[in-house]
Every structure is written in structure tokens, then in C-alpha cells.
């Protein structure tokens, strides 16, 4: 294992088994209009049938959490299908997880997956760079797509993802785990009833030392830039989802102390500032460099948070109102992973919209463009 994995190891708690559980709140950001599909087609659900998952890109995330999450925990979706640019890996996969060879497929081969009924959902888990021209695949191939986060590394590949699968009539939603963990949503939900009063100031904080210089992650061809895509992106989810608003302008810096690894466009550091149209100011930070895990709301009567925010399992929150003492919340474990592909499986087989569309993913990457904007030019830049 390398040094990096073993750090995620440790920060995100890979491997030990998490009971699934429904997601404990509802909703937390605006779900965008969809192209609703009146049933799971192309493979039309039989009464009891698990929807098929294609998982394209079989690396870390894929390897460590999603394969196992479909493999024991999901209920409404099974991995059944795999697209890999190796095929001795892909072979081996298919033999553990008891995926048909013929449901096999490699980069070149992807577009017949549509000619395969036993595939209903595509889930893009590869570099960034490349979400777009394999969501829009998916979708040519009549496929339902799940892609990871960040959506994609401009606002035009998410304008061109969302329209593909509008065109296909499929639905298109993004790997935002947190929505589907509840201590992340009971901040949104103390927030959006003012248990506390209202929230005045959040502070959102995502980062871990990266290490491989190698990586594609460092690569801003095929990552769209450093550390904010890939980590602080959850600290701009949180300060959204827990205000409820979208911000009106941002200010940001950056910081790089090691330009032998973070070469022009990859940040390894950014600070941002977001403003909120009811007053709500989120300070936010995203490192490559050191880590960074808490999301906080300060409210008139007090405050809530969760720390550590985002990994995958552990996480914990508490709110302390003003005079009182700290107080946990106290939430049964969730597998984000599988809670967010039942909740797609649901989403398709019911005819609902999902929470996490592709505009919403649309939206974070239009303010991160705004914060890479103002970082460069110093200013602050109106949204
Ligand atoms: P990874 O490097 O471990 O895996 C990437 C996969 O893409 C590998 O299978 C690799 O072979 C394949 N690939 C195809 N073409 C490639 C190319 N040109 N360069 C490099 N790899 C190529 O990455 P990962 O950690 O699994 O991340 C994949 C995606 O998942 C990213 O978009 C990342 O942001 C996202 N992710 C999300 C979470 C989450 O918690 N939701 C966590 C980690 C990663």
C-alpha cells in the first residue's frame, strides 16, 4: 500500500464494515429539474430486481468503497459491470465479484455496454478531467450516470453532461456522499430551522498531505487544478448546504510553499471567503499540504459542527447552545456510498428526483472557477 493510501486509510477508515442506514434528515440542497424516466429501462426493473452498476475506472475509491458497498450493503443496485483500461485487473474483479466476462469492457469497447440490458447505471469513478466524455458516453449508450465529484473541470463539460443525459431521457447525479451522512445533515437541519437562532458564521475546512508527486490528482490536464477540486470542494458543499443559500461573491488566496510539486494551476492551499444573501459569511480552507477536517456554524445562541467532517466513517457532530455544555449527536453508522447509490437506484426505479443533479454539481464547479479567478487577480469576484 503506498504512503498516501495508508494515509487515507487512517483518515477516511477504509475497510472496517459500516451498517448501512437510511439517511436520518431529508434533503439538503435544492434538487434541479430532471428529465424524469418512467422506468429503469434500458434493463425494465422486474418486480425485486437490483439495478446494474458499471463502475468505469477500478482505482482506490472504486477498489475500497464502492465495489464492497455494492457488493454487500446496497438493496436496490448490484455492481454488474466493469470498464477498465486493464484487462488482467478487470478479469480479476469480475472472478471476486461474480461479474459475467461478458459485461466486461475496456475504454475502447465502453460504447457497446449499450447492447448490455444487464447494465441500468454507469458510475464514472475516473480522474476528473475525464467525467465529462464518459458521462456523456453513458448517456449516448442509454445509460443512467452517477459520476464522481467534482463533476467535471468546466461549467461548458457540465453544461454539455447535463443536456446529454437530458437527451437521452437518463438521469444524471454526482457522488456527493455527504448528503446521505446524517451528522452533515442534521447541520443543515439545525440551520434551517434556527434551533440556534440564526447562523451568522460558518467555517468549513477540507485538506490532507498529499504525497505522490506523480499522481494524476497533480496533474492539472487531467485533475482541472489542486487541492480545491478534489478536497476543498466539501468545504464549498458545506458552507452551501448548511446556509441554504448560494453565495453572491467570493474572495480567495493561495498558497504554495512546495512549487517542486505544485506546478502553476495546481493549488496546493486556498482560503476562501463566501458571502451569502442573507448576511451568512463561510471561511473556508482547502490544503494539499495538511489536514483539514471540520465544518462549524456559529448561530445567535450558539454553535454545532461536525469534526472530523468527511471521512468516510467516525464522523461525529455536537452543538453546545449558549450557556449549556457541548452536546454529541447520535446517529447509527451510514455507508455514504451505498446510501447514495440506493438513493439513485430509488430515484430511477420511482421516478424521483434525485438531490445531488448534475446542477448541483454544476454549481460548485462555476464558484471554484470564481475562486481560482479571484486568488489570480486578488479581487473579489461577484457570482
Ligand atoms: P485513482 O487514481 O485511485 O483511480 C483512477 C482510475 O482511473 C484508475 O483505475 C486508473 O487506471 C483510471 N485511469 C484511466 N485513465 C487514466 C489516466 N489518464 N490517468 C490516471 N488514471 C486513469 O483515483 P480515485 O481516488 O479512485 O479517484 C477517482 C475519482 O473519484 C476522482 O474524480 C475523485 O475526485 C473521486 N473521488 C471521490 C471520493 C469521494 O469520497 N466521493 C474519494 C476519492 C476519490
Known sequence: MSERRGFFKELLGWGAAAAWAAPVVGAASPAAAQTPSPSSAPGKSAPGRKLGVALVGLGSLSEHQIAPALFQKTKLCKLAGLVSGHPDKAM???????????????????DQIKNNPDIDIVYVVLPNSMHAEYTIRAAKAGKHVLCEKPMAISVKECDQMIAACKAAGRKLAIGYRLHFEPNNLELARLAREKTLGAVKVIEASAGFPIDDPTQ???????????????????????????????????????????????????????????????????????????????????????????????????????????????????????????AEMDDFADCILNGKQTRVPGEEGRRDVRIMAAIYESAASGKRVAL
Open 92 to 110: 480479476q474483479w469480475a472472478k471476486r465479484y461474480g461479474v459475467p466476462e461478458k459485461n466486461v469492457y475496456s475504454y475502447q469497447t465502453f
Open 216 to 338: 494524476w490528482r497533480l496533474d492539472k490536464k487531467l485533475s482541472g487544478g489542486g487541492s480545491l477540486m478534489d478536497i476543498g470542494i466539501y468545504a464549498l458543499q458545506a458552507a452551501r448546504y448548511i446556509s441554504g443559500e448560494e453565495p453572491t461573491s467570493v474572495s480567495a488566496q493561495m498558497s504554495i510553499t512546495d512549487p517542486v510539486k505544485f506546478k502553476p494551476g495546481v493549488d496546493e492551499s486556498v482560503l476562501f471567503t463566501l458571502k451569502f444573501p442573507s448576511g451568512i459569511v463561510a471561511n473556508c480552507a482547502s490544503s494539499y499540504g495538511t489536514g483539514l477536517n471540520r465544518f462549524r456554524a456559529s448561530a445567535q445562541r450558539g454553535w454545532f459542527e461536525v469534526q472530523p467532517a468527511l471521512n468516510y466513517e467516525g464522523i461525529k457532530g455536537r452543538m453546545r447552545s449558549e450557556g449549556g455544555t457541548p452536546k454529541d449527536f447520535d446517529f447509527p453508522p451510514v455507508d455514504h456510498f451505498a
